[in-house]
């Protein structure tokens, strides 16, 4: 079975640019998850997909962050304009349904805004 | 508000060694408390997980147990084998909503 896919591995880019991240989750996952995970902290949870629909994005910061699922399958998380402290690995994970504990996560992206 | 928090950030054992990771939380209401594990340069991956209803779960050399009283979680590592070297975290989660992770314990396994 395939893992969460996600691309690019690294993007540097300079403060006001900027940026997108994309996530393809594992075949048949209705839940898909956005997180940030600065170094040294645990992962900040940024949006909660269930299929297309939106579940929780409290903690995304609406102002610069931006993400969608359209077909209720592959997502994207846009930065813009980027700010040094969003300088961090975004993670994407997918999980069979809400309520599954097991979520599998993708590598993630490392972001360096200079 | 809700957060998941660990006692220790480091936590240095021998090969073949028993570890222990805590953890403790907020939220009364979660209704799981899941381990992840964490090595350098990947995401996280799951381990086990407990229902807040119960007080021990056992898995294949890890074992998590709950404290509902001290509100206190810990995951039980037998025989620490220098493959289990990572950063873990514990996870909340309530009602499908979502995950919540604490700030992670690195383990590191001496041979």
């Known amino acids: 079975e395939a893992g969460v896919a996600q691309s690019p591995r690294y993007k540097i880019i300079e403060k006001r640019q900027s940026v997108a991240f994309w996530c393809n989750p594992i075949s048949g996952h209705a839940t898909l998850y956005w997180y940030q995970q600065i170094l040294g902290q645990g992962p900040k949870l940024l949006i909660q997909?269930?299929?297309?629909?939106?579940?929780?994005d409290s903690q995304l910061p609406k102002d610069r962050f931006s993400a969608e699922r359209l077909k209720g399958v592959d997502s994207t998380l846009k930065i813009q304009p980027a700010k040094l402290e969003d300088s961090a690995v975004y993670l994407c994970?997918?999980?069979?349904?809400?309520?599954?504990?097991?979520?599998?996560f993708g590598q993630g992206t490392r972001l360096t805004v200079v | 508000g809700e957060s998941v928090g660990l006692h220790l950030p480091t936590l240095s054992v021998q090969e073949g060694d028993n570890s222990i990771i805590n953890c403790a939380y907020s939220n009364s209401a979660s209704d799981y408390f899941i381990w992840y594990k964490q090595e350098s340069g990947k995401g996280p991956q799951f381990i086990i997980d407990i229902r807040s209803n119960m007080d021990k779960r056992q898995g294949q050399r890890v074992t998590v147990l709950l404290n509902k009283t001290v509100k206190h979680l810990s995951l039980q590592i037998a025989a620490t084998q220098p493959g289990d070297s990572a950063v873990y975290f514990c996870a909340e989660t309530h009602q499908g909503g979502k995950l919540i992770f604490g700030q992670g314990t690195e383990l590191s396994v001496k041979p």
């Open positions: 997909f269930q299929n297309n629909g939106v579940v929780d």
């Open positions: 994970a997918s999980s069979l349904d809400r309520g599954n504990t097991e979520a599998f």
